[in-house]
């Protein structure tokens, strides 16, 4: 997707904490009605962003906890409501790939499964406003100026709108509530990650295109700042960053559809932009990060470097090579990669072998399908419909085809 500017009209979503089983059917039973009400309803309003708030109870209380000892549950989730989002959107033939559809994102809010969140009054330190995950508090004091505030009429629901409006410090008028599905949710909390568990990361990366940010897209960038662990009481000072691929524009001059790929530059906005409504929750219009351009000679020279006030640095480099800064960077010490190119991290490994560097952990994101097994009415297109959606190559020749129905009239 294109970038998308803070002008565009805002909805949030916050729904009721998943159910104890996040498996797709399991998701699909407590968040289908939910979802498509909303996307149905937003779906002339476009373009527009719809920011969906998802209450993990595995993350509350985990700061102690590495990042990777949390990652399969996290990245589980995520892709199952993802994926639930592109089937309902495939269906129903909503857009959600382009830069006239919606844009949605989803925000991973630690909190307790007995419905007691934090609900600290007083200042919040920025590296508790930072994401990818945060509190019920900082969404709710981020001042963001959402249209329409969704939620769901469970009991569940109710308490969690009535902690965040009581957070926010007002009663939102603009609240539309929306009816909730099946969920079984067990009444004990779920183990929390030992915090010997696990290797930490403070420097991660990932690489990609980034063509036109569509859902696998999200998938993606979001697991890899969720892998950047805070800095430890030992060492509070230690640096953090996450390093952005993204290939350079010489390397793309023979893709199908090149006239509607995006340029470095504007692919560069688009993950930032992403990045931005994910990782920064300080209220306030004014710019909350510091920007500082790199053009050195060389390999993975250029680069936008983009610094939150947590300390958090977001690195988007240009690459000329399938290897990128996982090569010329020895702190960089994990890498996300989605299953399909599982190779990829291998024979990023066997680079770094060479250099006599440490190998990179390498965790995956899964690869989304359509596969709806409770869906007995089955629909043909449903596969190809959904693939469109998270396919850039897709997205650019549809963009080409309303281009060319544009000039005919």
């Given at each position: 997707m294109a970038p998308i500017g803070d002008h565009l009209a805002r909805f949030l979503l916050i729904l009721p904490p998943p159910p104890s089983s996040t498996s797709f059917e399991s998701l699909k039973a407590a968040y289908n009605a939910t979802l498509f009400s909303t996307l149905k309803e937003l779906r002339y309003k476009s373009p527009a962003i719809l920011e969906i708030a998802l209450p993990c109870a595995h993350l509350h209380n985990s700061s102690s906890s590495p990042r990777s000892a949390l990652y399969a549950p996290t990245q589980g989730l995520l892709s199952n409501l993802y994926k639930l989002i592109c089937i309902i959107s495939a269906k129903e033939s909503i857009d959600v790939e382009d830069a006239d559809g919606l844009d949605a994102r989803i925000i991973l809010v630690a909190y307790s499964r007995d419905g007691r969140s934090?609900?600290?009054?007083?200042?919040?330190?920025?590296?508790?406003?930072?994401?990818?995950?945060?509190?019920?508090?900082?969404?709710?004091?981020?001042?963001?100026?959402?249209?329409?505030?969704?939620?769901?009429?469970?009991?569940?629901?109710?308490?969690?709108?009535?902690?965040?409006?009581?957070?926010?410090?007002?009663?939102?008028?603009?609240?539309?509530?929306?009816?909730?599905?099946?969920?079984?949710?067990s009444t004990t909390e779920p183990v929390t990650a030992q915090a010997s568990a696990g290797r930490r990361h403070h420097s991660v990366a990932v690489g990609g295109t980034f063509d036109h940010l569509h859902?696998?897209?999200?998938?993606?960038?979001?697991?890899?700042?969720?892998?950047?662990?805070?800095?430890?009481?030992?060492?509070?000072?230690?640096?953090?960053?996450?390093?952005?691929?993204?290939?350079?524009?010489?390397l793309l001059v023979n893709k199908k559809f090149a006239e509607f790929l995006g340029s470095w530059e504007q692919r560069k906005e688009s993950v930032w932009n992403f990045y931005k409504s994910t990782l920064d929750f300080i209220p306030g219009t004014h710019d909350t990060y510091k920007t500082?351009?790199?053009?050195?000679?060389?390999?993975?020279?250029?680069?936008?470097?983009?610094?939150?006030?947590s300390g958090l640095t977001v690195r988007c480099v240009e690459i000329w090579d399938p290897f990128g800064p996982t090569i010329t960077d020895e702190s960089i010490s994990a890498l996300v990669i989605s299953g399909e190119t599982r190779s990829g991290g291998k024979a990023v490994n066997d680079k770094r072998k060479?250099?006599?560097?440490?190998?990179?952990?390498?965790?995956?994101?899964?690869?989304?399908d359509a596969d709806d097994r409770?869906?007995?009415?089955?629909?043909?297109?449903?596969?190809?419909?959904?693939?469109?959606k998270l396919s850039s190559t897709e997205i650019r020749r549809m963009l080409s085809e309303k281009s060319k129905a544009k000039s005919k009239v």
């Open positions: 934090e609900m600290g009054r007083g200042a919040t330190p920025a590296a508790d406003m930072q994401g990818p995950i945060i509190g019920i508090t900082t969404l709710a004091r981020s001042g963001r100026p959402w249209e329409v505030i969704f939620s769901v009429e469970t009991e569940a629901g109710e308490i969690l709108l009535k902690q965040f409006q009581t957070a926010a410090g007002k009663l939102f008028t603009n609240i539309h509530k929306l009816r909730g599905g099946i969920t079984q949710i859902i696998g897209h999200k998938l993606l960038l979001t697991m890899t700042a969720f892998m950047v662990d805070d800095a430890s009481g030992n060492d509070p000072d230690v640096p953090r960053s996450m390093t952005i691929g993204i290939t350079g524009d010489q500082e351009i790199v053009t050195n000679p060389g390999p993975n020279g250029h680069a936008v470097n983009f610094t939150l006030q060479e250099n006599g560097w440490p190998e990179l952990e390498v965790f995956e994101v899964d690869v989304l409770s869906d007995q009415l089955g629909n043909s297109n449903l596969e190809e419909s959904f693939q469109n």
